[in-house]
């Protein structure tokens, strides 16, 4: 009796430590990231002004800066765009190697990590993710950066925690592809992805408990047209030179407000800590109270952003017999370019910027620096110019009205968000520009996402005033602006280019350049690009303002940017000097 005890016993024992050895095999140590940014304190909350507010909290749709901005800070990619050197770095991939013909790229993932909801991460997180983004039905806005001549790159688990990425060709850049494309938690979103309901998921409206991310903070509260409020996630992957673990603020809570305008008063109040982007007006505005209100402003210099006046070039408008009738004009490039030699850049960026802004004559700006094509230039303001290229194009006037070749008025509306003074501004200067022409102009502000669902949707428009900012320096995200099935081509979705046309041309360039790693060759390509895209005018660019923001003078690891969130691209290490208290 006491040796059959004895054999239990020892059996149980075996079990026990059997148990634990699989226990702690399948949770391995975490495999931490440690910054080497300035030890901070942990604890407070930050809260920013958003305007206007978030459309979802699902990364895979994501086009508009508002929804990214909030997303950004609760989403993690494999390899990170260090926004102040703006050089790569590891982040969820812990090292990457490239194979010698630069068609194949392998990463090790980091090990024991978890989603903010405790679940563990690992390679089926990120094949399931890539496979998502790579499907076509979904035609999601990263898709076009993983396309290579027109083949999806494949995506392959190694092990647990290792994944081949393979391309059809080399790929220019191929490390910074990874930045910014966020890995999806499998285990939440298998599930409607398989039946056809992802676009529906993770709405303003999902509960916390449903939504899981590997950034540093998570979705706490959301409160439509009010505020979003991230806490800190406990499952973080990083930590400081120190050991704390990151992020240091225990909340960043996004508050809702209507305007701009708005902002600057919930900032001067002391009611928000952290303000960009800010316009020149109340960047001017706000520099004599820095030292009594205790807060510092910056001017990062030119960033990325491009502001367009955008024609409706789309097929698909035979139900809008209005638009259809103007497209004619719109369809014309001695138009477009009488137009925008019309428009006098320098009076908007001396009028909206203050002189904290450049022309453009395309999509590149001078925050570009290695990549812009100084050859391109903005085109020179001359009215006479202007009504020289519509008398060759066959337009007439009537008095001070320009009339078409079939003698009917031009006119036609220009939308512009309701909730961005600026690009209001930007278009009532081109109404007034335009009266020079004989051309008359209506501005109809619009809420920013009923005029986004006219532009990309129903195509219910003839102009609008708009601006994009691209997430890195590197050509390859404007793959997504420049080439006919990127989901930003906003003047003509889904066109099919004539072959031999110059779209056709700026397809081939765009795919060419991302399989070309020499840089002297890929700048070549990337030049022509600028030089059909300033001569032929899809869209008439105008200007591209310097980086400006605020923020209260307390918070340390403060690195302002030119891309990305500008002043929270670092929110996981973003700290408050003094203690928490109030904050």
Known sequence: MIRRFQVRLLMTLASCVLGICAQAQAQATPELMRVDSEPGRIGGRLVVGQSPEPKSFNPVFALDQPTQDVLRRMNADLIHINRASGKTEPALAKSWTASKDGKSFTVQLRKGIQFSDG????????????????????????????????????????????????????????ERVFDSIPILPRHLLEKEYAEGKLA???????????????????????????????????????????????????????????????????????????????????????MPEQQARHYNLYDAGPGMEYNFLLFNLNDDTAKLPEVVRRQVWFKGLKFRQAVSMAIDRKAMVRLVYQNRATPLATHVTPGKKQWVNATVQAPEYSVAKAR?????????????????????????????????????????????????????????????????????????????????????????????????????????????????????????????????????????????????????????????????????????????????????WNADEIYWRTPAGNH
């Open 119 to 174: 679940a563990p991460f690992d390679a089926d997180d990120v094949v399931f993710s890539y496979h998502v983004y790579l499907d076509e039905k979904l035609n999601s806005p990263q898709r076009g950066l993983l396309l290579i001549g027109d083949k999806p790159m494949m995506v392959e688990k190694l092990g647990p925690y290792s994944v081949r990425f393979s391309f059809a060709s080399p790929y220019a850049a191929a």
């Open 388 to 568: 020289e290229l519509l008398k060759s194009g066959g337009y007439t006037w009537k008095g001070d009205s320009l009339l078409d070749t079939q003698g009917k008025p031009v006119e036609f509306t220009i939308l512009a968000s309701a909730s961005n003074a600026l690009r209001s501004q930007m278009a009532t200067l081109i109404q007034s520009d335009l009266k020079a022409l004989g051309i008359n102009a209506h501005v109809v502000t619009m809420e920013f996402r009923s005029m986004l669902d006219r532009i990309q949707n129903s195509h219910d428009y003839e102009a609008a005033v708009m601006g994009l900012s691209g997430p890195d320096d590197d050509p390859n995200p404007d793959m997504t602006f420049v080439t006919s099935d990127g989901p930003l081509h906003l003047w003509h979705l889904h066109e099919k280019p004539a072959p031999g046309s110059w779209q056709a041309e700026l397809d081939h360039l765009m795919a060419q350049q991302l399989i070309t790693l020499d840089h002297a060759k890929r700048k070549k390509l990337y030049d022509r690009v600028q030089e059909i895209m300033g001569r032929e005018l899809p869209v008439v660019f105008l200007v591209s303002p310097n980086i400006l923001g605020g923020a209260q003078a307390d918070l340390g690891n403060l690195r302002p940017a030119i891309i990305d969130s500008y002043l929270l």
């Open 200 to 286: 529906q998921a993770w709405a303003l409206s999902t509960s916390p408990q449903n939504w899981a991310g590997l950034g540093p903070f998570r979705l706490k509260q959301a409160s439509p047209g009010d505020r979003i409020v991230l806490e800190r996630n406990p499952y973080y992957w990083k930590i400081d030179s120190k050991g704390q673990k990151l992020p240091y603020l225990d909340e960043l809570i996004f508050l809702i407000v209507p305007s701009r305008d708005a902002q600057v008063v919930r900032f001067q109040a002391n009611d928000t800590q952290v303000i960009a982007p800010l316009s020149a007006e109340n960047y001017a505005a706000l």
